[in-house]
């Protein structure tokens, strides 16, 4: 399965290697490096190559490239899958995934790698597990651990590996017993020229954070659960109850985990909450442009949208950009060439506009191209395809914990074409 | 610091040395400094220990050998997770030296009792695997036994193992694939994947296809793609009558149950989390399933493409290589595929080879719609991409090329270059298909040689002339004397192209182009480059007549200007589903070191039966009892020759026939407990085997020898005679209720069982006084309970002491713990005063000391009354060997081990004392031993069939050490308790 991995930065250092079987000499990666000055950008590398009589499959997070060497058959989605989860792991460990975090704790990582897989296939990969093996670092204990000199493998022997339910672990206490669940939907849409939705989706996620003691049983019921149209669990769902009843029923694992994520399709039922009015066009002769863009609220069920960012990646030939923005303020990147307008909350009365002149390249022909523009926003307390929770009932401890439901609608891969 | 005695500036040195390892750094240099410290109590500095020397062992084999001692004290550890640890890296040091040591370690712990470290063994195989492929053999063996392992730890890890040691021995999986598809759902996500991929190359080999009858459908639903592959229609109709015969020649088709079992079971983990298992599951009902129930997929897999873009190209790979076969399931989905601006490049292309893949007459509107959009894009490889979609939507649909053509020229007069070169390119492939109609698009092509730079758009064009110079006889000579002009500037491709254009321009019009061709000709013949030299020389003896030139020339023409097959455009995909979806050697499409071939349906399929498991009490009942009971089956040990095998138990067997043989001498002493029939019986029996023994004693006569001579002598010897002769008669007591009547052979026991020695205890169960003069007691009979192997037998002695009769006793209302169980004794009619009657029952204590509460009823009053076994009667004895004793023994270390050190009491300081005690106080088998300070016991449990282990060993004066084996720690605690005070005493 997965023989070795090196972790290699922006600057093309491998700054990490861990082998699982024998040693494979790092020059291996000198495929990678060409694969990759060939790709260009970083995105573009293809996640599988292939080197000689090994196999790279690749992952890129956090300006890392996570580099594992296969030498044999192996389903490409099976190491990617694990390459990424090792990079949640480092998340959730460190804070964030970065180059100097992993350096600053290259022996927890090294640890953590070890218990993760076992002659390159995955032994222990739940957080839980891994976390009462490892213990994660934060500042007190490192404190403590220079003074008295003990150490951050956990002394006792993680019971949770040998259980049936590894994601949580035995004997949780909690004062404050708490439930919180977070909805949190995504709308997809592709809008064309003239505003008409070509494509809209909505996929959602229930994040929940869940600090109750002992061992709780969860069921969550949906006002509508005809609604979700596909839907993938947590391992802890009990997949069966789901079939029968629409209801989610589960013993949860400790602390933050995704239950749920979900879809809503069928187009007609998408509400699109914001219009948008563009106009972007550039003179044949005077090497200039026009843009004037104007946005504004639509089925929002009386909620407030927020944080909107309007996002354009502009042709190569735009020097500069003269606008004046109504509500909100704008910032022009001739490097990257993106024009970012801030327009924060959008009011029924008055409809922000962003207008003004482009300027272009001496010379350089006018465009051929159509910039699309990137829409970001944020609503509260909707979930915008109409999904509510119930309720939810806890089973098996005695004591009431404290429960809270929380919704948020945001745009996901929002885009409208000119 | 390693030396130091602190532990934490060993831990900081190690830590330093962990990060030079992980930089890639060289620290061997510091191998014995380190390997020092394995045996350290700090866990952090063993596990950092451990990954320094999994990483330098191999370079250092003679120092690595030094900790090996470490790990092997590990295995033995009572605590399973560092028996699993030590294992695990035990197995990880790649030293060839130590490859025994690897396999017997992993053979222990294969049968290890905590499924903890049976997992671990599994994964152990493909490390010793690798490092001495000579071991196969008996890794198979391990493996098959693991395969067998009934708890979800075990099943990912094992078949990893066996995918990666024998994906051949696919036998191997037949008992245990339905218990495999059961257990799926609940293996931890990535021994799913790994299952699943092995159980669909299975499922290709032991079932049939389930789509071969609608085969034939698929081919007519599918005319656009499938069309151009049968040049004819005779071929076609060729092609569906052979399969009309196939289909006349086969039985509707009917799946097997196991087939659907694995559907059935998959299906749910569509919705996993993870990635890799949704692939797996798609790839499986992609290979396996009913055409019609394929499309339970194609959500799942357009949910995968939220996911991070790795997982998204990957998908994305195999939806395309599905959507060329099986269209229609995409088709809902279409505009999850639609592209947006932001995807990375590589991810756009993909995405566009799907659309092109799903477009047909209905939708190819709104997907040429969307094809326009995409080439306004900035993304310039994408927009080429986009052009050549476009080219072979037009192709494949024919409604729409011209459309499609129309708006290739328009992209013509684009300002992008390459966008152009593009459409040139695809437009020249669209033109060959109808040259007649297009000679305008001809002309205004011509016109853009002037412009356009990239080579291969130039060749095109020139080439598109060349081979239709008849429809535009003006232009061709003119574009030909503008290319000569700039011959010598122009790229190898395009001076080919120019030269074919001047030889075929030469045959048609050679009036105008005579000269050109001639100066065009001698430019190529001092080119630089070898081919266009080749092709001038090549060329120019083929047009130009000269005296010399052969009968080649005469068909110039028609070699030049012959009817050209227009070139289909078809996906890159086309045919990639001979691999695995999903595999490593589909996304490259070439075959990956270690990929197993999914093989093709068989045309019948293979027996179903082989997946049958056995009736499932044996899988319950250890291995060892299994073959025990395949002795019984047999008629008594008939053939010497078979039991050779095993020298150990063949002794022992001859062993416990000569206390058969020698049983007439000690009846009076014990088994006058024995009813006339069953002894008739054994009787019988006995004289058939004594015949045979008879045979053996000719064999192994100085054997027979050693044997009977102290089998009469020595009182312990004789007791274990004794005991063997009693466990024989219940084998045979046994056999008799298999083979004839079981009723009947019940009720016989019931009524003629006598009371039993007068060593064993009786207990109160009514006291006469309370009984009102009904006296009952009790007493633990140590005879097997015949109607049912699982119940202890239980003699009840009932006395009337009353001066009137009793009426029908009998039991009622049983108030029992949950999994007891009772069998009642017969009722008994009429107790005369003064008279004494002893039944028997069964009580099935599930192997706790739990009471078992009844009442017993007269016909007058009822009572109350509860029988509680000693922890010593709910077991019976097993017979082994001191070696089998010894391996039992050594799997049951750890928590399963209870000793205690005493005194022993004054009565049985000798051993004949010790044996007596405790088979007194436990109902189990003395093991012969070498050794004369050590007495071994052998037992387990009635309910469970559980062995225990009892060992007495005695040391100077009167200490003695006991130690008890048992997997039930209960039963252990409590037995040592037991023994310990009947010792004592």
Redo the contacts between chains.
Sequence with gaps: MIHSLFLINSSSDIFLEKHWKSVISRSVCDYFFEVQEKAGEAENVPPVIHAGHHYLINIYREKIFFVSVIQSEVPPLFVIEFLHHVAETFQDYFGECSESAIKDNVVIVYELLEEMLDNGFPLATESNILKELIKPPNILRSVVNSITGSCNVGETLPTGQLSTIPWRRAGVKYTNNEAYFDVVEEIDAILDKTGSVVFAEIQGVIDACVNLTGMPDLTLSFMNPRLLDDVSFHPCVRFKRWESERVLSFIPPDGNFRLLSYHVSAQNLVAIPIYVKQNISFFETGSSGRLDITVGPKQTMGKTVEAVFVTINMPKVVLSANLTATQGNYTYNPVTKTLVWDIGKLSQQKLPNLKGSLTLQCGAPKPEESPSLNIDLKIQQLAISGLKVNRLDMYGEKYKPFKGVKYVSKAGKFQVRT | MLDSN???LK?EAM?RI??M????KNASDLFPAVVKNVACK????K??V??YLV?YA?EQQDLALLSISTFQRGLKDP????RASAL?VL??I?VTIIVPIMMLAIKEAASDM???VRK?AA??I??LY?LDPEQKDQLIEVIEKLLADKT??VAG?VV?AFEEVCPERIDLIHKNYRKLCNLL??V???GQ?VII?MLTRYARTQFLNPNVNVKSDLIKSNPLGEKAFYGSDDEEGKEEKAEAAALAKRKPYVMDPDHRLLLRNTK?LL??????V???VAQLYFHLAPKAEVGVIA??L??LM?S????Q???LQNVATMTIKRRGMFEPYL??F?I???D???IKILKLEVLTNLANETNISTILR?FQ?YI???DKDFVAATIQAIGRCATNIGEVRDTCLNGLVQLLS???ELVVAESVVVIKKLLQMQPEQHSDIIKHMAKLTDNIQVPMARASILWLIGEYCEHVPKIAPDVLRKMAKTFTNEEDIVKLQIINLAAKLYLTNSKQTKLLTQYVLNLAKYDQNYDIRDRARFIRQLIVPTDKSGALSKYAKKLFLALKPAPVLESPFKDRDHFQL????H??N?K?????ELPDWPETAPDPSVRNVEVPEWTKCSSREKRKEKKVEKPFYSDSEEESGPTESADSESDSASGSGSGSESEESGSGSESEESREESESEQEDKEDEEDKRKKKKKTDRGKVKAPAVESPERFFFIFSRFRFLILEVQRLASDSCSLRTSCRRWHKKTIAPSGSVKTYELLHRITGEGLGVEYCFSRQPFSPDAHMVAVQIMFTNNTNAETKNLHVEDPKLQSGMRIKEFPEIELLPPGEMVTVVMGIDFCDSTQAANFQLCTHIRKFFVSIQPPVGELMMPVFMTENEFKKEQGQLMGMNEISEKLTLGEKCQNEHGIVQRVTSAANVSRVPCGSDKECRFAGKTVSSGILVLVTVATKEERAAQLTVNCEKMVIGTMLVKDILQALTQ
């Design positions: 602190k532990d934490s831990l830590k962990v990060a390892i992980a930089r890639g700090n866990i952090e500095v596990k950092l451990y990954v990483r191999e605590n399973q997770l560092i695990r197995s990880s790649r905590s499924p903890y671990t994964h152990a493909p490390k690798s979800t730890l890890s990893m759902i609940d931890e996500e990535w994947v991929n749910p919705q996993s989390r993870n990635a890799a949704v692939m797996a959500k799942a357009v949910r939220r991070h873009s790795e997982v190209y990957v998908v505009k999850s639609y947006r601006s932001t990375p490049t590589q969307e959009t306004k894009s900035m684009n300002r992008d999903g595999s490593l050697s996304l490259l070439a990956a070191g270690g990929y197993q």
